[in-house]
């Protein structure tokens, strides 16, 4: 099968769907590999790397006209109007966005969206959004030290002593394990938020803290035990006494790392403008909820401005929209890893179609669009 590979056009994106390393890997299982002349370049993977992994580097009509288009963000529209309709298209395609998925249903591409696949052990290898979160918690916390005009471990020099940061983690899924992992590797002292009960002992696993807000009620108790792994929106009575305990935390912190997110809706407010103003001048908030708040404005903080560094009441909020692109070859590296995966299930050795084994829960639950449908809104 004719596999293309094109330059992702998205603003700020430098990642790439396929590697040299996992294009060998589809050039040994019979396909032609068709990479467009610099689409890994932003990722340390060059042209001459793809050849010598039996790509062929093509013009970008040639990698995004092939029967299999491989992609780490949606196609736009310009980018659409070079696929054929009965091509099938896998990436991060945005399931949430019902625009989008109409616009590829309209082109009649059969696409995967990679974020939808179930949080199962048998989806894990091809589980994009822990690959991605884990380089933002990662990245996070690097960006946070670099901003922060002082040190995160505590020092005992001749010229006197320098305490720890204080970091405030919100929000504890796998970027907010990482995110905690990465300070505490940093030396800082560490404490950390989430609706879910079961991420305590994670937490204290870590070195860090937990901020526990008991459950009054069983209908707070059935909410924070969330669906799938993942969190629902907490009842207001919970979120004002973790609103409570947060407040006391971030107005002590020296960098706050918010992360909390919840799938097809609004970023919680966890770090209001009065809080920020709390904070000691020259703190930092990474807010990687940056542009997901209502309305897709703000994060977990309402003063965040997504894809901007701003200072407020003396605080720098950090809104970086795509921090694991600024990992690039990495986060390359696993996303690739994730789709080679993938595509065992609907592109096996030497098939010369894809197939749509509708039976097997992952390929269901990850098919967007097919025969000029939206299947999965
Ligand atoms: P996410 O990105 O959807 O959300 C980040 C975190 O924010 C979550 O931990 C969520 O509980 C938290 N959050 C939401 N509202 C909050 C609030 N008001 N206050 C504080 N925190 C709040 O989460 P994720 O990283 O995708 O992970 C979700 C879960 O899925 C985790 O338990 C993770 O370990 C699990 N997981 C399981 C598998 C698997 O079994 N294969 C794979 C990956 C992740």
């Known amino acids: 099968m004719q596999i293309g590979v094109p330059l992702e056009t998205a603003a700020g994106e430098t990642r790439v769907a396929v590697t040299p390393e996992t294009a060998k890997k589809l050039v040994a299982q019979g396909h ?26 093509v013009d970008r009509a040639t990698a995004l006209g092939a029967d299999l288009v491989l992609k780490v963000r949606k196609p736009g529209a310009d980018e659409l109007g070079l696929m054929k ?28 969206a ?70 505490k590797r940093l030396g800082a002292v560490i404490e950390a938020s989430d609706v879910r009960p079961s991420v305590k002992e994670q937490v204290e696993s870590l070195g860090g803290k937990f901020i526990d807000v008991p459950y009054e009620t069983a209908e707070e108790k ?32 020296d960098v706050v790392i918010s992360t909390a997110l919840i799938p097809g ?14 904070m000691k001048p020259g703190s930092v908030i990474i807010d990687i909820a940056a542009g997901k708040g209502a309305g897709g404005v703000g994060g977990n903080c309402p003063l965040t401005e997504a894809g901007k560094t701003v200072t407020r009441h003396g605080v720098v909020i950090v809104g970086e929209t795509n921090l694991p692109a600024l990992v690039a070859a990495d986060a390359s590296a696993l996303y690739a890893r994730n789709v080679l995966d993938f595509l065992k299930l609907v592109c096996p050795k030497d098939a010369a179609a894809v197939q749509v084994p509708m039976d097997d829960d992952i390929v269901a639950a990850c098919l967007m669009t097919q025969g000029g449908e939206v299947k999965r809104p």
Request: proline share 4%; aromatic share 6%.
């Open 32 to 57: 032609a590999v068709r990479v467009q002349a610099g689409a890994g370049v932003a990722a340390s993977a060059t042209d001459a790397a793809y050849e010598a992994a039996g790509a062929q580097i």
């Open 85 to 112: 309709a009965g091509a099938t298209l896998v990436g991060m395609l945005d399931p949430f966005d019902k625009d989008g998925l109409a616009a590829l249903a309209g082109a009649g591409l059969t696409s995967f």
């Open 222 to 253: 059935e909410a924070a035990e969330g669906v799938g792994g993942y969190a629902r929106p907490m009842p207001q009575s919970w979120l004002d006494r973790q609103k409570v305990e947060v407040a006391k935390r971030v107005a002590a912190a």
């Open 265 to 278: 809706r609004a970023a919680p407010v966890l770090i209001t403008e009065d809080m920020v103003k709390s």
């Open 114 to 183: 990679l974020e939808a696949a179930p949080r199962t052990t048998r989806a894990q290898s091809m589980d994009v959004l822990s690959s991605q979160a884990n380089i933002a918690g990662y990245k996070a916390v690097i960006m946070a030290a670099d901003r922060y005009q002082k040190f995160f471990p505590m020092l005992m020099t001749a010229a006197g002593t320098v305490k720890a940061a204080r970091v405030v983690i919100l929000g504890v899924g796998v970027a907010g394990l990482q995110a905690i992992a990465t300070a």
